[in-house]
């Protein structure tokens, strides 16, 4: 869209120079992308959004212009009256209010067709639009100076004064003002008249009525027509001009009348005509939006406060009407060129964009999220983020599956059947999706892949009181080995249970999950997992008959499936973040063996209890077993990390603690200290 520095000045007396304007206007959310001097004029090019037709008109950035510069907006409205003439009649029909809601016509006599005056002429092309005559470049001026597109047809060319506005007929043709022939399809729009198609409706007019120099009456349109059906029919003509454009996007129906009579008034300054007869069919309805702002989201949305008499100036200069609802709520009427705007923050943003955005202070928001893991796919994508960075892969399995095989996964479930599968592989849907990966581990040790580490999230599916339910898991799968450079030697490092349960771990600590636990259920190379005391999932290793069913040779596959439905209910968003410490801590082991088969948890609940307020952290640092170790047992580093947000530690404060720690540790059953 293209305007004038000297256009704007009709509508606004403009007291600041056009770079400066330029820069305001962009500020404002109109995007002045070029700005040019020429002819002792300025010319502003700016970037138009498809939410505001309302910027397409010298009138509509005229307003924005007022806004932004604190000015008052001129409008004149024109008042007439004609001086009706005995004349035949001119009809007017609408096929279908749908396609076109408003049809004015008006009919201009004793027309003059001569080129157009030098500051008509120049406007039109310092936006780009080239001169015709002085009939054809009003109705373009109008165009660009009020937002309606106008046509003008030789009166004496329309056929039983008679304008049809209907869809054409199958097999119509018409020759358009560019020269080319169209053939118009059954779904578009035509402006005809009682023999024949006149124009094509929003787009382009026809060649065998448009004005010429011997036009001597003028028959002058001005309507709304459907934006999508206009959408439409560009598209299928490949016709671009600057009436569709606008038409496209929408118009404002309170302009239409008020445009036509602008370029009446005009064609009899600059053409010497005289309008005699006016019609108008149709109607639009186009009730007034009331929307309530309250003062109070103003300060909650923006972070600072505006009073109310600036929020009704703002409002005001930018169209709205403003009306008092007690001190904390205005009622706000929005007008008819500003359909975009529905609800209070569409309003907050008007405040906020003519108010300045630079005016804002920057701070930071205070974010208290709660999380549905139904609604919030970001949580998702987050986690599968810390899975790939943990080195794993996503796999994306079918969900359907041959129920066989899914019995010998999960036999205790009773599973949601295809009423018309395709075929038995598909028969049912998954209950769990440990078939799916372990079937993408064997496609991948057939690629001879040596390390295979795969992980999906998707939905599994149940009956649950004889109606279908999913719940979101988390599935993991490895098998194989690392192969690794040590000490110039190459050695392989074999996946197992621990590498499951040290991913897991890894996820739960960055999701900030603290009270989880790993249990032993009496059931060989399976772990059950809880948070909570709440059973979320569990780990195991699959049984060498259930591989070979799967053609999986020599190789062990380590699974792990967690519900992540109720793992994410333990989720909270909201983290206390504590600054780190200021002085070194000191650091002492404990080595000692331990009976295989008991459990380390209790024994670290009760050190860390012990240990405080010193005890900063435990953590099993190695794990060996040999010669040296006794049968049975298996021999453990514990690392104890003491420390002070006060001061650096001394020996003589450490060892009393360190001593009592080892003291706990040797009472425990089943440790020998080494």
């Known amino acids: 869209m293209k305007f004038t520095y000297n256009w704007i000045k009709d509508f606004v007396d403009i007291k600041i120079p056009a770079e400066k304007l330029a820069d305001k206007l962009t500020m404002a959310g109109v995007e002045v992308v070029s700005l040019d001097k020429r002819d002792g004029d300025y010319v502003f090019e700016v970037e138009i ?27 004149t ?10 004349l035949p009649a001119l009809t007017i029909e ?32 310092l936006v780009g639009c080239r001169s015709v005559n002085n009939v054809v470049d009003i109705t373009n001026y ?139 069919s149709g109607f639009t309805n186009t009730k007034e939006r009331t929307v309530i702002l309250k003062v109070s989201n103003v300060e909650r949305v923006l972070g600072l406060r505006i009073s109310n008499s600036k929020i009704k100036q703002i409002l005001s200069s930018l169209g709205f009407k403003v009306s008092g609802r007690g001190k904390s709520a205005l009622a706000i009427a929005v007008p008819s060129f500003r359909q975009d705007v529905s609800l209070e923050e569409d309003l ?71 009423m018309n599968p395709l075929s038995r592989e598909q028969e049912v849907l998954r209950s769990t999706l440990i078939p799916g990966l372990t079937r993408a581990i064997a496609y991948n040790l057939n690629q001879k892949q040596e390390y295979i580490a795969l992980f999906e999230v998707a939905n599994v599916f149940f009956n649950k009181d004889n109606s279908p339910c999913a719940e979101l898991r988390l599935g993991i799968a490895l098998s194989g080995a690392k192969r690794m450079l040590f000490n110039d030697s190459a050695i392989k490092d074999e996946l197992g249970l621990l590498n499951l349960k040290g991913i897991l771990e890894s996820l739960l600590v960055r999701l900030k999950i603290q009270a989880y636990e790993f249990r032993a259920l009496n059931q060989e190379g399976k772990a059950h997992i809880f948070i909570n005391n ?36 333990f989720y909270r968003a909201q983290h206390k973040y504590v600054p780190l410490p200021k002085y070194p801590g000191i650091t ?26 010193l005890l900063k952290g435990l953590r099993i640092v190695d794990y060996y077993e040999g010669k040296q170790i006794p049968q049975g ?5 514990l690392e104890c990390i003491y420390g002070s947000s006060q001061r650096t530690l001394t020996e003589d404060e450490v060892m009393p603690v360190h001593s009592l720690l080892c003291l706990v540790l040797r009472e425990q059953p089943g440790v020998e200290l080494r």
């Not at 047992?633 to 580093?637: A, E, I, P």
Request: net charge positive; charged share 30%.
């Open 77 to 86: 409205e024109i008042k007439r009256k004609i001086k009706a003439q005995k």
């Open 94 to 125: 609408i096929e279908d209010r749908k396609d076109c809601p408003l049809y004015t016509a008006r009919i201009i006599r004793d027309i003059t067709i001569a080129p157009s005056p030098d500051w008509l002429r120049k406007r039109l092309e």
């Open 142 to 280: 109008c165009l660009f100076e009020l937002g309606e597109p106008l046509h003008a047809f030789d009166l004496d060319k329309v056929a039983q004064d008679k304008i049809i506005i209907r869809r054409a007929k199958a097999g119509e043709k018409i020759t358009t003002i560019d020269g080319n022939i169209r053939n118009i399809d059954r779904g578009s729009l035509v402006i005809a008249d009682s023999l024949r198609p006149l124009a094509l409706a929003g787009l382009m007019g026809g060649k065998e009525s448009e004005v010429t120099s011997s036009t001597k009456n003028v028959l002058l349109e001005a309507a709304l027509f459907t934006p999508i059906l206009i959408r439409r029919m560009r598209q299928a003509h490949a016709i671009h001009s600057e009436s569709g454009y606008r038409f496209e996007r929408g118009i404002d129906p309170q302009i239409v009348n008020k445009a036509s009579q602008r370029a009446a008034v005009l064609m009899e300054e600059v053409c010497g005509g005289r309008e005699v007869y006016f019609k108008s």
């Open 534 to 569: 709440e059973e979320i999932g569990y780990m195991q290793v699959l049984s060498p008959n259930l591989l070979e069913k799967l053609e999986i040779k020599n190789k062990k596959v380590f699974v792990l499936e967690i519900s992540l439905d109720k793992l994410l209910t």
């Open 633 to 637: 047992f298996r021999g453990l580093t």
């Open 348 to 418: 907050i943003e008007e405040i906020s964009r003519i108010f300045g955005y630079e005016n804002i202070p920057s701070t930071l928001p205070r974010v208290l999220p709660s999380i549905n893991i139904r609604e919030s796919r970001g949580l998702v994508s987050d986690i599968k983020n810390m899975l790939i960075g943990l080195g794993l892969n996503e796999a994306a399995t079918y969900s359907l599956i041959d129920s066989r095989v899914l019995n010998e996964f999960n036999p205790s479930v009773n599973p949601v059947g295809i």
């Open 49 to 75: 959004t498809s939410n505001r037709p309302d910027w397409l008109s010298i009138l509509g950035i005229a307003r924005e212009v007022a806004a932004v510069t604190g000015s008052r907006l001129k409008i």
């Open 588 to 613: 002492r082991d404990i080595s000692f063996i331990f009976k295989k088969g008991n459990s380390m948890k209790d024994i670290l609940i009760k050190l860390q209890e012990k240990g405080q307020p």
